[in-house]
């Protein structure tokens, strides 16, 4: 029986358990509410839960035993009749305890919070289980390519049949240097842009600004490479490149900077608008109350109050920027490049990880493996950035408690 | 009601710093000040009480036009300071916030050091030409704000890092700096423990030298303690005004006295 079915089943003894649960507990109590420990629908929604997670663990423990044991149950004969045979036998024992004191109620609240606490796990645990697949490949990649070689080499040319060089500097440079065109646009008019509507803007503006700016926010980041390949980088290399002599790539650090900038203004706005929103008035009125202008007013008091905030949200966006990829591939090019023109061609980590990873790889070589090397010190970069920006944020929100 | 000391204090006829005359206040639609004739003489501090809700707050913050950092709010009528209209086209709101000071009823310190606190203002102002002179405004209104002693060594430790009532000194001095002619107070002490406000009003106290003070208070006893004028509002009327003296031992309107032998509030 497939999988989508039996848990379609599950739902159904599911709901039949809260019915007869609570009929149950009707029952026994003569229907009326005072003489129960737990209120009916608890009595209900307490076989309900039980018998649907007895399901769900036996499902999942079965596919597990098959992944250790190796047992071929081709028809999910196994896999059937232990996930329904745990509902039913939950089904029954729980709708069988139901008393007049049955804390229904109290295990109820347990097995939520149990769901809850599952939720939450997952997400940390395939956090941990990515790391650590990432972990290994970049091992068995570092047993076959020199660390200092990965890690300072400044030559990138990976070749197919072997005796690559693998250094890692020309893409970090290459990261590095789009994400710091695409700050040095995004971080002013960001700022200025939530300024404008934190402080300035009248509601009917705001009504409409702020919530344009967050679809702007929606927008893929493909079409923003599109938008650098076909407009951005032929413009760039027509009315400034060229005439200045400084090449004549239409792919740059310079179109894939700008456009990455124009994706985080909204990124960088929105969140220093809260921020700046979350400035005290009392504080603004202290200021107005001495006769300072709206701008001093801004200048000087608002924005060093929200400024850590604003750092953080600046952080956020550098490690935003610094994982973008699509916006580089179709912006910046593919070459690997340690050069300070910014009309040239350049790559970054991200894309070099898709390129090695795509086409015929075979895991084994320090080519594909490099990948993993690349990812995984690109993590730890976002992962530092990301840190310290909430490190800061919260700093800033203790300050108003 | 036992320490509700009343001062028998010098009222001496003072110029006139404050005159309204038929001012109304709304917020859109609803109206927060029905019609109100003041006058507030300098050198005096003027209590405003009444039952919360009934528009002193408003009524304060028209003297210094922050209500037009309020969207909605409308004032009409007419306010003179020292005979000038202050809702005339020529005045800027900006300037008569530096002569009409406000201290809010919550301290509110910028977040910068002790002393930039205080310079805030007076740089704003242009007040001081160099270095020296900004030192000695600082130090003055610190002095003033009955705070010096107690902050004079840690000019540049955060403002916000001190307690509650000096904080709220910090304000009152960071608004003398800009060297006011009046000084507003939104209830400047419901947010102090009793020693704290006891150095407030005596602060208040002192100022009534050089300032004209007006002080919103929901406190009787402090408006009994600190002021020589009390008004008395009740919804958006100004119900009676006079000697602080009078309006406590005897008030004239039915209201008035409700209001302070507790009845209604
Ligand atoms: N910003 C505002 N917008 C709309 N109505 C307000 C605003 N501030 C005060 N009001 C209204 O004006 C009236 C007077 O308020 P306020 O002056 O704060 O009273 P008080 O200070 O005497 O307690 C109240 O009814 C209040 O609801
Ligand atoms: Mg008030």
Same mark, same amino acid.
């Given at each position: ?57 036996? $499902? ?21 009749? $232990?996930? $329904? ?41 395939t956090t941990i289980g990515i790391v650590l697949s990432m972990v290994f490949e970049t091992i068995n990649f570092f047993n076959q390519y020199?660390m200092?070689?990965f890690f300072?080499?400044?030559?990138w040319?990976p ?7 693998l250094g890692m500097l020309p893409l970090l440079?290459g990261t590095l240097?789009?994400s ?139 490690s935003r920027a610094i994982g973008e990829t699509m916006?580089v591939v $179709? ?5 690997a ?10 790559t970054t980590v991200t894309v070099k990880i898709v390129s090695q990873l795509t086409?015929?790889t075979?895991f084994a070589s320090p080519e594909t493996l490099v990948a993993f090397a690349l990812g995984i010190t690109l993590f730890v970069i976002t992962l530092g950035l990301n ?15 | ?265």
């Amino acid at each position: 029986m497939p999988g989508i079915l039996l848990i379609l089943i599950l739902c159904a003894i599911a709901a039949a358990g809260y019915v007869m649960g609570r009929r149950k507990a009707a029952t026994i109590s003569g229907d009326d509410n005072r003489v129960l420990h737990s209120n009916k629908p608890f009595h209900g929604a307490n076989v309900a839960l039980a018998a649907f997670l007895s399901g769900v663990v036996a $499902l999942v423990a079965s596919g597990v035993i098959r992944g250790v044991t190796g047992i071929a149950d081709s028809a999910n004969i196994m896999t059937t009749v $232990l996930t $329904l045979g745990a509902a039913a036998a939950a089904f029954y024992v729980t709708l069988g305890r139901i008393t007049l004191d049955y804390r229904a109620r109290n295990v109820t609240e347990q097995l939520v919070k149990g769901i809850l606490i599952a939720a939450a796990s997952v997400a940390i645990l395939t956090t941990i289980g990515i790391v650590l697949s990432m972990v290994f490949e970049t091992i068995n990649f570092f047993n076959q390519y020199p660390m200092l070689d990965f890690f300072f080499g400044t030559n990138w040319t990976p070749r197919f049949q072997g005796d690559s060089d693998l250094g890692m500097l020309p893409l970090l440079w290459g990261t590095l240097y789009v994400s710091f065109i695409a700050l040095m646009v995004a971080v002013p008019i960001g700022l200025f842009a939530a300024i404008y509507l934190a402080e300035y803007a009248g509601p009917r503006v705001r009504g409409i600004a702020k919530p344009l700016l967050e679809v702007l926010a929606g927008i893929p980041t493909i079409v923003y490479g599109l938008f650098a390949l076909i407009t951005v980088g032929p413009i760039l290399r027509d009315y400034f490149a060229q005439p200045m002599g400084l090449g004549d790539s239409g792919s740059s650090v310079m179109t894939a900077g700008l456009v990455m900038g124009v994706m985080l203004i909204p990124f960088v706005s929105s969140l220093s608008d809260d921020i700046i929103n979350a400035v005290p008035q009392a504080m603004r009125d202290g200021s107005y109350g001495i006769g300072a202008t709206k701008s001093e007013t801004v200048k000087q008091v608002v924005l060093p109050a929200a400024l850590p905030g604003i750092v953080g949200a600046i952080l956020l966006a550098a490690s935003r920027a610094i994982g973008e990829t699509m916006i580089v591939v $179709l912006g910046a090019g593919a070459a690997a490049r340690l050069s300070l023109n910014p009309f040239e061609a350049m790559t970054t980590v991200t894309v070099k990880i898709v390129s090695q990873l795509t086409g015929d790889t075979d895991f084994a070589s320090p080519e594909t493996l490099v990948a993993f090397a690349l990812g995984i010190t690109l993590f730890v970069i976002t992962l530092g950035l990301n840190v310290l920006a909430l490190y800061i944020v919260r700093k800033y929100r203790e300050q108003y408690e | 009601m036992n320490d509700m000391r009343i001062l028998e204090r010098d009222v001496d006829t003072n110029t006139i710093k404050f005159a309204g005359r038929d001012v109304h206040v709304y917020y859109g639609e609803t109206e927060a000040i029905k019609g109100i004739d003041v006058d507030i003489e300098d050198k005096t501090v003027t209590a405003f009480i009444g039952p919360s809700g009934c528009g002193k707050s408003t009524f304060l913050r028209c003297l210094n036009r922050m209500n037009d950092t309020i969207d909605v709010c409308r004032v009409t009528g007419k306010i003179t300071l020292d005979g000038e209209d202050i809702y005339d086209r020529k005045v800027d709101p900006v300037q008569l916030r530096a002569k009409v000071g406000m201290v809010f009823q919550k301290p509110n310190p910028f977040p910068k050091s002790i002393y930039d606190n205080i310079a805030y203002g007076p740089r704003i102002h242009g007040l001081a030409k160099t270095k020296a002179d900004l030192d000695d405004i600082v130090e003055q209104s610190l002095r003033r704000g009955a705070i010096w002693d107690e902050v004079k060594d840690r000019l540049d430790a955060p403002g916000t890092g001190l307690s509650g009532g000096q904080q709220q000194r910090l304000c009152i001095a960071r608004a003398i700096a800009t060297a006011p002619e009046v000084l507003l107070m939104d209830e400047p002490c419901s947010a102090l423990d009793p020693i704290a406000t006891a150095q407030v009003e005596e602060l208040i106290d002192e100022l009534r030298t050089n300032y004209s003070v007006v002080i919103v208070t929901h406190s009787m006893q402090q408006a009994a303690r600190v002021s020589q004028k009390t008004a008395f509002f009740h919804l958006g009327d100004l119900v009676e005004f006079g000697p602080t003296n009078e309006i406590f031992t005897n008030p004239k309107d039915p209201r008035t006295e409700s209001y302070i032998t507790g009845r209604i509030g």
